[in-house]
């Protein structure tokens, strides 16, 4: 089932229970959940189309959300965590602690951004007399932790505000969505068509500052719009190092259009402004900078522009002499510039350095 299906097959997917397999967590070779994406889509199906029938249906999508956080190596908090929780917690069951206690500890990020107040969604009266009929163990490591003063961590109106709040929050009709939520929605959907409809509307809103449109205009796949902006924001700058950052994204738009030419003009003027402060060197910007000389390099290899593909790789040489701890990425695509190159000595001295990393 495609994505873009998800919506229409709503009623199919609830009453078969083997289509459920569809959503769950699978981990492919780079760590990546590759049905994230159509679990956010079953997960806003069923945010606008939510029957007291699907309790089991989200549920075990929760299951497999926190099971992707648990596995996630950039760990991180997510969006469909949190709907799928409020999901769940409207129907105020205390048996469903254990998995809202599991989603809490599913990694660092969860368990600093994901709201207690789940926990105690079937009321705080309700679940801690529950809890006080089983066994909390060290295995559940939040409940464990603040085993002795459950009854006084929230109280019944506090978990009520909190619920009221994540109404608000998850609306039951499209309509009441706002336009970055819907926008977000039609990003995560792969639907290029309402988000780049929804970027006009957003760029007629007052407030918005270039930086945002020109992300705005980057995740609806309009790179055209989202450099005319991030050019005008890097005009607004002042500080050096804001203004170095600023210039690399615009670089990397470039590259992103395969323009190399532009990216490789664009990325010679950071130079000015890392002369004036000399903390990248031991910071990722300055690893990041160096990588970017290096994609910069292979992309006008591929081109056939062998004049710029040197001159990049020697920018990014130059970079890499001040620069501490390279990563594993940023080495690989030195080694590989200099095989194309056919600079063989310094492809030696990355593959050496390569070694010495991956011990």
């Known amino acids: 089932m495609e994505i873009k299906e998800v919506e229409n097959n709503l009623s199919n997917i609830r009453k078969t229970r083997q289509l459920w397999d569809e959503f769950a ?36 999508l929760l299951e497999q959300e926190v099971e992707s956080r648990q596995s996630d190596p950039f760990q991180g908090n997510s ?32 368990y600093c951004g994901y709201d207690a107040e789940f926990i105690f969604s079937a009321g705080v009266k309700a679940t801690c007399a529950y809890l006080e009929e089983q066994q909390i163990t060290e295995d559940n490591l939040y409940l464990w932790e603040h085993r002795d003063h459950l009854r006084g961590m929230y109280t019944e109106q506090s978990i009520d505000r909190f619920l009221e709040g994540m109404k ?15 926008f977000e929605q039609a990003v995560l959907l792969e639907d290029s068509i309402e988000a780049e409809k929804l970027f006009l509307q957003v760029e007629k809103q007052e407030g918005r500052s270039d930086q945002e449109l020109s992300h705005y205009a980057e995740d609806a796949g309009n790179i055209e719009k989202a450099i005319y902006y991030q050019i005008r924001h890097i005009e607004e700058l002042e500080l050096d190092w804001d203004k170095a950052v600023a210039i690399h994204q615009l670089v990397k738009l470039y590259i992103s259009t395969e323009d190399y030419r532009n990216a490789f003009l664009t990325a010679k003027t950071w130079g000015k402004h890392l002369k004036n402060f000399q903390g990248w060197r ?27 593909a040197k001159q990049s790789f ?28 056919a600079n063989v000595k310094r492809q030696r001295k990355y593959k050496r350095l390569l070694e010495k990393v991956r011990l």
């Open 168 to 182: 608000k929050r998850y609306p039951k009709q499209k309509e009441d969505e706002d336009i970055a939520t819907l």
């Open 79 to 110: 969006d469909v965590l949190m709907l799928l929780s409020y999901l769940l917690a409207s129907y105020r069951e205390v048996e469903n602690v254990w998995l809202f206690e599991k989603a809490k500890y599913a990694n660092f990020d969860t």
């Open 314 to 341: 020697w920018q990014g040489q130059y970079l890499f002499q001040k620069i501490h701890n390279p990563s594993v990425s940023l080495l690989e695509k030195g080694s590989k510039c200099a095989e194309k190159l």
């Open 282 to 308: 031991e910071t990722n910007l300055g690893r990041s900078l160096t990588e970017t000389w290096f994609d910069i390099s292979l992309g006008c290899y591929r081109q056939k522009k062998k004049k710029l």
């Open 25 to 60: 967590f699978v981990q492919n070779d780079q760590s990546e959940d590759v049905n994230y994406q159509k679990r956010y889509a079953l997960a806003t199906a069923l945010q606008y189309d939510h029957q007291p029938t699907d309790k089991s249906l989200i549920k075990y």
